[in-house]
């Protein structure tokens, strides 16, 4: 193979590898509750839009961190928002309506 044209592959491949992932807006819309992640997807919001009396919460993963939870309990009208990683982004999301005595209604996971 033409030196030139292996110099250009190697390059190519070590930018791409050195590129930062991409960013993606991630919302995810359930009865009552709204959690997202936008931009550089380093942090992640929940806002309760329901006055039902019912406590919010979003599950969600972040790049080598795993998973973990946002419970918003401040009622409605209110937003709760995680700390700010870009390193660890965010990287699925999934809103939640906790249902005493009953099991939780999720929706499906949104990726980035």
């Excluded at 491949?13 to 359930?30: E, G, H, I, R």
């Excluded at 795993?66 to 660890?88: F, I, K, P, Q, W």
Aim: aromatic fraction near 10%; include cysteine; hydrophobic fraction near 35%.
């Amino acid at each position: 193979m033409n030196r030139r044209i292996l110099a250009l592959l190697v390059s190519g491949a070590a930018l791409t590898a050195a590129a930062p992932a991409f960013a993606t807006d991630m919302d995810s819309y359930y009865a009552g509750v709204h959690a997202w992640s936008h931009g550089s997807n380093g942090q992640l919001a929940v806002s309760d839009t329901k006055a039902d009396s019912q406590e919010v919460y979003a599950n969600y993963a972040r790049s080598g961190q795993g998973s973990g939870e946002l419970r918003n309990s401040s009622g409605s009208g209110t937003t709760v928002y995680s700390g700010t990683d870009t390193a660890h982004y965010v990287t699925k999301i999934q809103a939640c309506v906790a249902i005493d005595f009953f099991p939780d209604s999720c929706t499906g996971w949104t990726y980035r």
